[in-house]
C-alpha cells in the first residue's frame, strides 16, 4: 500500500520497497512482504547464490534447468511486473582478475537480464562495481541495454564521498561514488534506461555533494536499516539531514527501499505485544517500524501547492520558445498567460507609482496621462494599467495596440463589454511600424522572454520608442538574463533522442526539477529603456567564470539554465532568477541551452563559458561555448539551428 495520499502527488515516491534474500518460493515472498509487511515491491534475487555455471555439469541431452527463483507460471504476470525488481547476483564480478570468476559473472549477468525480460519486469538491480575498474562490467551491461526496450537496469552505487581532511586515511576509501557511476555511464552513452540505485549510509556527504545526484537518473534509494537510530521508545528514526534527503527523493519521485536486517528489536517486542492484545495471530515483518517511519516522513511533508500542480505535467519537458513576432499566438496561450495573477499585480504596482511621480496630486482632475501598451493581446496590461489610474485618482489616455488580428477582436470586445470607449484607443498594428497620433508618458510592454531578451523585447521597443517622449517612462525599464551551469541527465537524453545537432543547439522552455545547479547564477545581458543612444546595438557578448565548490566533488554539466529579472519601475521587480524570483507567477519557465558533449568538471574547478547574442536583418539568435576546463564546439554558429524571427 502507498506511504500516504499526499495532494497533487501521483508520483512513483508514494511506493516502497524492501530488499529479500533468495527463496524459491516467490508467492510466499510476495504474501508475507506485500500483506503482512505493507510494502509495494520487493528487491528479489532471480538465481540461486550458489550457482556457477563453470560448477554445472552439462548433461548430453543438455536439458539442465537454470536455478531460478520459481517459474513464471507461479504468479501472474502482472503480479511480477507489478511488483518484482530482480536483483542480480550479488557475487558477479566483471572485472575480477580471475578469468573463471570473470567468465561465470557475465554468463550469469545475462542468463538472469535474460529471465527477468521473459518475466517482463520493470527494472533489475545491478550489484556496485567491486574495484576502481568497471570496463567489462560497463561493456556487458551496454552490450544488454541495446537489446532492451523497456526494462530498466538500476545500478547500485553506496552514496560515500570522502572529505577532503581524510586524505591521509588508506586510499581505497577515498572513492568518491559518484565517479565511479560517472564513468559505468559514460561508458554506457548515457542510456535513457540505465540508472542508479543508491545505497544510503549512516554518515552521508555535504549538502553541495548529495546535490548532485538531484540532477543524474537516480530511480531508487536503498536504506539500510544500519543507517536509522533509536528514539526514545525504541523505535527506528532518522537524523536531521537524513530526513531532508529523504523529503528531497520524494520530490523526485525516487522510490525508498528498505534493506538490512532489524536493529531495533524493540519496536517489534512491542508491535507484537499490542498485535496480541488486538487479537490478531499475523507474523508481524520485522522491518515494519522501518516502513512505518519512512510512511511518517512522507505524509508529515506538506501538500504540494496549487501551482506546483498545475506545473506537474510540465516538469522537465521540453518545449521551444515562443515566436510572438514571427506568430499569432492561440487564445488558449493568452488565456493560460492571463490567469497569472501576481504579474499583473506587479505592473498595477509600477503604473500607479509611474503615475504618482509624474502627475502632482493638484494636476490629478486635470492632467491626463498618455500611456501606450504596445503587445496589448488580450487585454490584460490595459485593465491593470486602468486599475492604476483609478487607484491613484489619475486621468489616463490608453492607446492599446497589437498586431494579431485575431486579439484585435477580442480587444474591441473587452472595450465594449468594460465600457472603456472613452479612454481606450486599439490599433491594430506592428508597434514597429505605427505612426502614434501623439507621444506617450508612459510605455507599458509585456515582451519578455524566460531569458529577458529572447522573445525580441529590444528590438520591439526600439521601434516603439520613437512615440515616447524625452522624459518618458518604459515599463521595464530594463531587465537583465542570468545564467549557471546544470546537471541535467533527463533532459540531455530526451535531445540526445533526436540523434540530430539541430536539437542540441535549440534553446528550450522548461520547467526545471530533476536537476542539480551547481553554482549560483550570473548576470548575462542587460538591456535598459528607453535607450540613450541611437548607436547602441543590440548584440551581446559576455564571458562567465563559474567556480565549483570543492566539497561537491565531481560533476556533469549538460547544459545551462537561464533566467531573467525585470524591473518594471524603481523597486517593482518582476523575475524568475531563483534567489529573487516572484513568488507566486507560472508566466515563465527557465530556458535550457544544452551542450552537445556534457563536461564533467573536478572539485573546486572553474567554468568559462562564453555567450553572445547576434543579430541578423530578420532574425536574431544565440551562440554558445564552454572553453575550461576543456573546450566545447560553438554552438548554434550563424543560428543554423535555432534563431528568433524578426
Known amino acids: 500500500m502507498p506511504l500516504g495520499e499526499r495532494q497533487g502527488d501521483k508520483g512513483e515516491s508514494r511506493y516502497c520497497g524492501v530488499e529479500t534474500e533468495f527463496n524459491d518460493d516467490m508467492p510466499h515472498v510476495l504474501a508475507f512482504n506485500l500483506s503482512s509487511g505493507g510494502f509495494d515491491f520487493v528487491i528479489a534475487p532471480l538465481m540461486d547464490p550458489t550457482y556457477r ?101 538500476w545500478l547500485r552505487i553506496p552514496l560515500v564521498k570522502p572529505d577532503d581532511d581524510s586524505a591521509n586515511e588508506k586510499n581505497d576509501a577515498l572513492v568518491d561514488s559518484w565517479e565511479t557511476w560517472n564513468s559505468f555511464r559514460l561508458l554506457c ?54 530526513q531532508r534527503l529523504l523529503t528531497g527523493f520524494f520530490n523526485h519521485s525516487i522510490q525508498i527501499i528498505i534493506s538490512g536486517k532489524s536493529v531495533h528489536p524493540q519496536a517489534n517486542v512491542a508491535a507484537d505485544a499490542s498485535q496480541n492484545n488486538s487479537g490478531e495471530g499475523l507474523q508481524r515483518h520485522a522491518l515494519r517500524p522501518y516502513l512505518d ?56 504596482r509600477a503604473v500607479s507609482k509611474a503615475l504618482l511621480d509624474r502627475v502632482p496630486d493638484e494636476e490629478a482632475s486635470t492632467k491626463t496621462t498618455v500611456l501606450m501598451v504596445v503587445g496589448a493581446g488580450r487585454g490584460p496590461l490595459v485593465r491593470a494599467s486602468l486599475q492604476a489610474a483609478e ?165 556533469m554539466v549538460h547544459g545551462f539554465a537561464g533566467y531573467f529579472d525585470a524591473v518594471l519601475y524603481k523597486d517593482v521587480h518582476l523575475g524568475i532568477e531563483p534567489s529573487t524570483a516572484t513568488p507566486n507567477m507560472f508566466s515563465w519557465f527557465a530556458i535550457f541551452f544544452p551542450l552537445r558533449t556534457p563536461i564533467c568538471l573536478s572539485p573546486g574547478s572553474t567554468l568559462d563559458v562564453h555567450f553572445w547574442r547576434c543579430c541578423g536583418p530578420t532574425k536574431v539568435w544565440y551562440e554558445w561555448s564552454v572553453t575550461s576546463p576543456t573546450s566545447s564546439p560553438l554552438h548554434n554558429t550563424n543560428g543554423r539551428s535555432y534563431w528568433v524571427g524578426l
Not at 548430453?60 to 513464471?72: H, K, Q, R, V, W
Not at 507489478?82 to 578469468?99: M, N, R, T, Y
Not at 540505465?194 to 555535504?206: E, R
Open 53 to 153: 555455471p563453470s560448477l554445472v555439469q552439462k548433461d548430453s541431452a543438455g536439458s539442465g534447468a537454470l536455478p531460478f527463483a520459481g517459474s513464471d507460471l507461479v504468479m501472474s504476470p502482472s503480479q511480477w511486473s507489478s511488483h518484482v525488481v530482480g536483483k542480480i547476483s550479488s557475487w558477479i564480478d566483471l572485472d575480477s582478475e580471475d578469468e573463471t570468476i570473470r567468465m561465470d559473472s557475465e554468463t550469469t549477468l545475462k542468463q538472469e537480464i535474460a529471465w527477468a525480460s521473459h518475466l517482463s519486469l520493470q527494472a533489475c538491480l545491478l550489484p556496485a562495481p567491486k574495484g576502481t575498474s568497471c570496463a567489462n562490467y560497463a561493456r556487458c551491461v551496454n552490450q544488454i541495454l541495446q537489446g532492451l526496450s523497456n526494462m530498466q537496469l
Open 189 to 242: 552513452e548515457h542510456h535513457s534506461l540505465f540508472s542508479v540505485a543508491l545505497d544510503i549510509l549512516g554518515t552521508l556527504p555535504s549538502a553541495n555533494s548529495l546535490g548532485r545526484w538531484f540532477g543524474e537518473s537516480v530511480r531508487a534509494a536503498i536504506v539500510n536499516t544500519e543507517a536509522f537510530l533509536t528514539n526514545a521508545r525504541g523505535y527506528p528514526c532518522l537524523s536531521k539531514r537524513h
Open 293 to 348: 517511519y519512512v510512511a511518517y516522513l512522507y505524509q508529515k511533508m506538506d501538500p504540494l501547492p496549487e501551482q506546483e500542480r498545475f506545473e506537474l505535467g510540465y516538469r522537465d519537458f521540453l518545449q521551444s520558445p515562443l515566436q510572438p513576432l514571427m506568430d499569432n499566438l492561440e487564445a488558449q496561450t493568452y488565456e493560460t498567460f492571463e490567469k497569472d495573477a501576481m504579474k499583473y499585480v506587479q505592473y498595477q
Open 391 to 555: 487607484e491613484t485618482g489619475r486621468k489616463l489616455k490608453v492607446f492599446a495596440v497589437e498586431k494579431n488580428p485575431n486579439a484585435v477582436v477580442t480587444l474591441h470586445a473587452l472595450v465594449k463589454l468594460e465600457g472603456w470607449e472613452d479612454s481606450v484607443t486599439i490599433i491594430s498594428s506592428d508597434m514597429r511600424h505605427w505612426n502614434a497620433p501623439e507621444k506617450a508618458d508612459i510605455l507599458v510592454s509585456e515582451l519578455l522572454g524566460s531569458f529577458g531578451d529572447n522573445e525580441l523585447s529590444p528590438e520591439c521597443l526600439d521601434g516603439a520608442q520613437r512615440f515616447l517622449k524625452e522624459d518618458g517612462v518604459s515599463i521595464p525599464s530594463s531587465y537583465t538574463s542570468f545564467l549557471q551551469p546544470v546537471t541535467a541527465s533527463k533532459l540531455h537524453n530526451d535531445i540526445k533522442a533526436h540523434k540530430d545537432l539541430v536539437h542540441f543547439e535549440t534553446a528550450y522552455v522548461v520547467k526545471l526539477h530533476n536537476v542539480a545547479r551547481l553554482a549560483p547564477t550570473q548576470p548575462v545581458f542587460t538591456f535598459t529603456h528607453p535607450k540613450h543612444s541611437d548607436k547602441e546595438s543590440n548584440q551581446r557578448y559576455k564571458k562567465l567564470q563559474f567556480v565549483i565548490p570543492n566539497d561537491t566533488g565531481s560533476a
